[in-house]
């Protein structure tokens, strides 16, 4: 059974960059049929789409983040890894990684969540 | 960007009860809409696929429905395990975007 583990810093200072990482186990990142997508969730409030990224590299970013947000995955390694850049206490969130089910593009497995404040 | 509105924003409700929530898309999504599941500190949970597709694992009392702008998510008999916030998403066209939520209580 595929499981998602999300990892970073729980605590990142405004204008530096977030780097987090996805960590597939129970599974290829590569298996086919699916995709990696980041989620976020700001503090009591809804689910905001981030960005995905294919096995091939392949990537869309949310317009709103494009310019500040990258996506790298590691087929060697099973990570997929999102950096956010100059971050401001809007980016205060759970941050959650998926796998995407390519024929109907829904997230199926998500992992736990990390949560990430912004605050000097 | 296509927008999702749900409603209720919340619901009260009692065991045994049957429940529906709507979403409505600002365009039409065809039956790209999947229906979510969350409670507090966990992450969201598939339970209905492109519009009426049960997830594997997910109790038949779930169901859903609709196409186009329109769609419902049904709970045929509440149970205590189902009081949560419901989310749906579409995934017809990126940014993916999901709505607001719906928070059902007791």
Same mark, same amino acid.
């Given at each position: 059974?595929?499981?998602?583990?999300?990892?970073g810093?729980?605590?990142v200072?405004? #204008?530096?960059?977030? &780097? /987090?990482?996805?960590? =597939? $186990?129970?599974?290829?990142?590569? !298996?086919?049929?699916?995709?990696?997508?980041?989620?976020?969730?700001?503090p009591?409030?809804?689910?905001?789409?981030?960005?995905y990224?294919?096995?091939?590299?392949?990537? #869309?970013?949310?317009? &709103? /983040?494009?310019?500040? =947000? $990258?996506?790298?995955?590691?087929? !060697?390694?099973?990570?997929?890894?999102?950096?956010?850049?100059?971050?401001?206490?809007?980016?205060?969130?759970?941050?959650?990684?998926?796998?995407?089910?390519?024929?109907?593009?829904?997230?199926?497995?998500?992992?736990?969540?990390?949560?990430?404040?912004v605050?000097? | 960007?296509?927008?999702?509105?749900?409603?209720?924003?919340?619901?009260?409700?009692?065991?045994?009860?049957?429940?529906?929530?709507?979403?409505?898309?600002?365009?039409?999504?065809?039956?790209?809409?999947?229906?979510?599941?969350?409670?507090?500190?966990?992450?969201p949970?598939?339970?209905?696929?492109?519009?009426?597709?049960?997830?594997?694992?997910?109790?038949?009392r779930?169901?859903?429905?609709?196409s186009?702008?329109?769609?419902?998510?049904?709970?045929?008999s509440?149970?205590?395990?189902d009081?949560?916030?419901?989310?749906?998403?579409?995934?017809?066209?990126?940014?993916?975007?999901?709505?607001?939520g719906?928070?059902?209580?007791?």
């Amino acid at each position: 059974q595929v499981q998602l583990q999300e990892s970073g810093p729980g605590l990142v200072k405004p #204008s530096q960059t977030l &780097s /987090l990482t996805c960590t =597939v $186990s129970g599974g290829s990142i590569s !298996s086919g049929g699916h995709y990696w997508s980041w989620i976020r969730q700001h503090p009591g409030k809804g689910l905001e789409w981030i960005a995905y990224i294919y096995d091939t590299g392949s990537t #869309s970013y949310n317009p &709103s /983040l494009k310019s500040r =947000v $990258s996506l790298s995955i590691d087929t !060697s390694k099973n990570q997929v890894s999102l950096t956010l850049s100059s971050v401001t206490a809007a980016d205060t969130a759970v941050y959650f990684c998926a796998r995407v089910v390519h024929l109907g593009d829904y997230p199926d497995v998500w992992g736990q969540g990390t949560k990430v404040t912004v605050s000097s | 960007d296509i927008q999702m509105t749900q409603s209720p924003s919340s619901l009260s409700a009692s065991v045994g009860d049957r429940v529906t929530i709507t979403c409505r898309a600002s365009q039409s999504i065809r039956t790209y809409l999947n229906w979510y599941q969350q409670k507090p500190g966990k992450a969201p949970h598939l339970l209905i696929y492109t519009a009426s597709n049960l997830q594997s694992g997910v109790p038949s009392r779930f169901g859903g429905s609709g196409s186009g702008t329109d769609f419902t998510l049904t709970i045929s008999s509440l149970q205590p395990e189902d009081f949560a916030t419901y989310y749906c998403q579409q995934s017809y066209s990126t940014p993916y975007t999901f709505g607001q939520g719906t928070k059902l209580e007791i």
